[in-house]
């Protein structure tokens, strides 16, 4: 079946500028997670969505990042006045449940800021 | 969570098994063993993971010690394709605790 996919694969932009990543999880995931990955770090924690509410929001960095779920499916990560420490890959993730199902990862977006 | 060690790097004959080790000295009682690896420009693909037993799937087998302070994934025979990163991650069973924390996980290099 369909993975984790994740739009844009590659996104540039300016310094300043507002950007969205989507996510599509796998159908019948009830769970997702936003991650980002920095050069030679693993995936770090950024917010865990339970149906359409986040459940765990602590690992988003400041209040330029924001991310939803409306209906419970797509997911949309957001930033606001991009900065270049932003440039990271955003990885998104999907899973049965929570807890102890394991997570499917999409294949990311790469984001570089100018 | 806690806290996990595992080599910055390996390299491994094609066709040997490969074995990885992860220390997590801190665990305690409710936390299980999970591994993910990452091939390269793409994301974590779960591998498998484990309390207390030793478990096999149709990728790897993972060996946890009997004081739980430290497992071994073993992959059978590795293949070219099974270079990549491999994260040991220490995590707490069920819902309540659904992040996974990724530290700076072994590259595997598998030599042909």
């Known amino acids: 079946g369909a993975g984790v996919s994740q739009t844009p694969s590659n996104k540039v932009t300016e310094k300043g500028k507002y950007v969205e990543l989507r996510c599509d999880p796998i159908?019948?995931?009830?769970?997702l997670y936003w991650y980002r990955q920095s050069l030679g770090q693993g995936p770090e924690f950024l917010i865990y969505?339970?149906?359409?509410?986040?459940?765990?929001d602590s690992g988003l960095p400041n209040d330029r990042f924001f991310a939803v779920r409306p209906e419970g499916s797509v997911s949309t990560l957001k930033i606001q006045r991009t900065e270049r420490g932003d440039s990271a890959v955003y990885l998104c993730?999907?899973?049965?449940?929570?807890?102890?199902?394991?997570?499917?990862f999409g294949p990311g977006t790469r984001l570089t800021v100018t | 969570d806690a806290k996990t060690t595992q080599p910055p790097s390996m390299d491994c004959a094609e066709g040997r098994a490969a074995n990885l080790p992860c220390n997590h000295s801190?665990?305690?009682?409710?936390?299980?063993v999970y591994w993910y690896r990452q091939i390269h420009s793409q994301g974590p693909q779960y591998i498998i993971h484990?309390?207390?037993n030793n478990e096999t799937n149709e990728m790897a087998s993972l060996i946890i010690t009997e004081d739980r302070k430290s497992s071994t994934l073993i992959l059978p025979h590795a293949t070219l394709r099974d270079t990549a990163v491999y994260y040991c991650?220490?995590?707490?069973?069920?819902?309540?605790?659904?992040?996974?924390?990724f530290g700076t996980g072994t590259r595997l290099t598998i030599i042909p």
């Open positions: 991650i220490v995590r707490v069973y069920g819902v309540g605790n659904e992040k996974l924390t």
């Open positions: 801190t665990i305690s009682g409710n936390e299980y």
């Open positions: 993730a999907s899973s049965l449940e929570g807890g102890r199902y394991e997570q499917y």
């Open positions: 969505f339970q149906g359409t509410g986040a459940a765990d």
């Open positions: 484990g309390l207390k």
């Open positions: 159908s019948g995931h009830t769970a």
